[in-house]
């Protein structure tokens, strides 16, 4: 089971990240385990997009709804 599948948070990816990023930076991983690091790295770097895209998305719709919301408030306006 990979790590993507069992992160459940944009945090907890973070997290992840933060630790793979602090072993590859000691130079001690050795090719193996580099690119296994480097790989489970990418998938969670693809799962946190995703998290921000769809937070990003949401509050894309509630800016809409809050302009609907305004301009159903707004009385029409008469040519005069």
Known sequence: MSTTETTTTYESAVERLEEIIRRLDTNQAGLRETL???SEG???????AGELE????GLQELR????????EATPAQTAA
């Open 36 to 38: 296994e690091l480097c």
């Open 54 to 57: 769809a937070v990003g998305q």
């Open 64 to 71: 809409l709804d809050e302009l609907i919301a305004r301009l």
């Open 42 to 48: 990418k998938g969670l770097i693809e799962f946190a």
